[in-house]
């Protein structure tokens, strides 16, 4: 069963950095497209960014584009997502997803993704 464990969440203060991991087991990471999500108190989850398999393509939701950048490692399975430039609007828990696919575009769709993980909190306060 494929597991997915976030980590690198925390307080930080607006126009700070942090990067998130996502530490996948129970399968190869290789064969999963990644996507990074969100949820603030009181709204739904958002998609962040995702990478497609093998990392060819990325994609962004407007509000992150050019601050957030998402990568991959398949030899350590593991996915990143590294937040710059924060914002108090970013704050929220983020959680990563995975799904198999094989498409040469990923989704930011959360309704396509099979797996999560239990998400990390990120608060940008001063």
């Known amino acids: 069963q494929l597991q997915l464990v976030e980590s690198g969440g925390g307080l930080v203060q607006p126009g700070e950095s942090l990067r998130l991991s996502c530490a996948v087991s129970?399968?190869?990471?290789?064969?999963?497209?990644i996507g990074w999500f969100r949820q603030a108190p009181g709204k739904g989850r958002e998609g962040v960014a995702c990478i497609t398999r093998a990392g060819h393509s990325t994609d962004f939701a407007d509000s992150v584009k050019g601050r957030f950048a998402i990568s991959r490692d398949d030899t350590e399975n593991t996915a990143f997502l590294q937040m710059n430039s924060l914002k108090p609007e970013d704050t929220a828990v983020y959680y990563c997803?995975?799904?198999?696919?094989?498409?040469?575009?990923?989704?930011?769709?959360?309704?396509?993704?099979?797996?999560w993980g239990q998400g990390t909190q990120v608060t940008v306060s001063s």
């Open positions: 129970g399968f190869r990471l290789s064969i999963y497209d």
């Open positions: 997803a995975a799904v198999p696919r094989l498409f040469s575009q990923c989704t930011l769709s959360r309704d396509e993704y099979n797996d």
